[in-house]
T-cell receptor, first 113, second 117 residues
Framework: KAGVTQTPRYLIKTRGQQVTLSCSPI?????VSWYQQTPGQGLQFLFE???????NKGNFPGRFSGRQFSNSRSEMNVSTLELGDSALYLC????????????FGPGTRLTVL | GNSVTQMEGPVTLSEEAFLTINCTYT??????LFWYVQYPGEGLQLLLK?????DKGSNKGFEATYRKETTSFHLEKGSVQVSDSAVYFC????????????????FGQGTRLTINP
């Protein structure tokens, strides 16, 4: 099976702009989670979607949003970008049960200038 | 809330040395525990996992045992190789309060491991 894919791999934006990142899960996986990785804060959970419904959400401002489509592909959007949003954004997919393993994509490196 | 604490790095060892990376956790309920590895420029790869107390996860010579009495999940390898150089993350699965099966991984801060030939 193909792994989790994320597009684009690299992105450069300026403050105030918005950005959309895309994630395609492993075939058959219905859960998609998003994480932000920064040197200062480490890996932090953003949100999780299962069958097009947001099941869990981390402590991020409302500028961070996401959605999931009927084919389980997911997008996350960040509006009004700030310098502190520069990070590696990782997407992970799983079958969706508590003990299931999450499989990660390679990430999208976002740089905000 | 739930949390994971890893030993601080960086850790530098010689090839064929014994490796231990300590991981302790604070959690309510019965989380699953994981070790993930991240190579430069890549995402996270699952190294091993354990879903209940006394389970031992193992993969590629790495082992970790889920110890509920000491709330620990230490990573060990008997003989490390240069190719094991990476950042290692300990994590637990934190289920949502309202939804059965909801997933959220809580990570430790990561331990950078360098193996010298």
């Amino acid at each position: 099976k193909a792994g989790v894919t994320q597009t684009p791999r690299y992105l450069i934006k300026t403050r105030g702009q918005q950005v959309t990142l895309s994630c395609s899960p492993i075939s058959g996986h219905r859960s998609v989670s998003w994480y932000q990785q920064t040197p200062g804060q480490g890996l932090q959970f953003l949100f999780e979607y299962f069958s097009e419904t947001q099941r869990n959400k981390g402590n991020f401002p409302g500028r961070f949003s996401g959605r999931q489509f009927s084919n389980s592909r997911s997008e996350m959007n960040v509006s009004t970008l700030e310098l502190g949003d520069s990070a590696l954004y990782l997407c992970a997919s799983s079958e969706g049960q508590r003990t299931d393993t999450q499989y990660f994509g390679p990430g999208t490196r976002l740089t905000v200038l | 809330g739930n949390s994971v604490t890893q030993m601080e790095g960086p850790v530098t060892l010689s090839e064929e040395a014994f490796l231990t990376i300590n991981c302790t956790y604070t959690a309510t309920g019965y989380p699953s525990l994981f070790w993930y590895v991240q190579y430069p420029g890549e995402g996270l790869q699952l190294l091993l996992k354990a879903t209940k107390a006394d389970d031992k996860g193992s993969n590629k010579g790495f082992e970790a045992t889920y110890r509920k009495e000491t709330t620990s999940f230490h990573l060990e390898k008997g003989s490390v190789q240069v190719s094991d150089s990476a950042v290692y993350f300990c994590a637990l699965s934190d289920t949502g309060i309202f939804f059965q099966g909801a997933q959220k991984l809580v990570f430790g801060q990561g331990t950078r491991l360098t193996i010298n030939p």
